[in-house]
Structures are given as C-alpha cells and as structure tokens.
C-alpha cells in the first residue's frame, strides 16, 4: 500500500495450512489464474474443510488475504 505523499508499505501475512494434492487439478481455463484455484484444494491448519468450502466469515478470518486487509487498516489507523 502506497500513501499519495510516502513510501510503500508491504504487509505480508500467511495461512497455514497443506493442500490436498492428491485432488488438485490443473486447468486450461485462462480466467483461472496460474491455472489453479487454490482455494479448492487448500486446507487450512485446525480445520478438515478446503479454504473454499468453509463460510465467507471464517474464510475472512484465516486467509492471508483477510489477515492483510486487518492489518493494513490498523496501519491505516495508525497514521492519522
């Protein structure tokens, strides 16, 4: 993230978990990026579901996406 008068700021956060690659499937679909829609096959630690099976709420909470967007607003916050 970049404030219109500074420096960039990177926020990296991560989702532990493993894939189940005995069920992951490459496609030739060009709209799917790399091919692989991760969330399909990614199970995050503590849980037996796939990232994309579990609810919109839970999935906000684990992703490395979610963690991000959080911690990007607390910085955010930070800087007023």
Do not use: N
């Not at 500074?6 to 990026?33: M, R």
């Amino acid at each position: 993230f970049m404030m219109p008068e500074g420096d960039p700021h990177f926020i990296e956060q991560w989702c532990e978990g493993q894939f189940k690659v005995s069920e992951l499937q490459i496609s030739e679909d060009p709209t799917t990026p790399a091919g692989i829609d991760f969330a399909k096959y990614f199970v995050p630690s503590g849980h037996t579901e796939t990232l994309a099976s579990l609810d919109s709420k839970t999935r906000a909470r684990l992703s490395d996406l979610g963690k991000a967007m959080r911690s990007l607003e607390v910085w955010l916050s930070l800087q007023r």
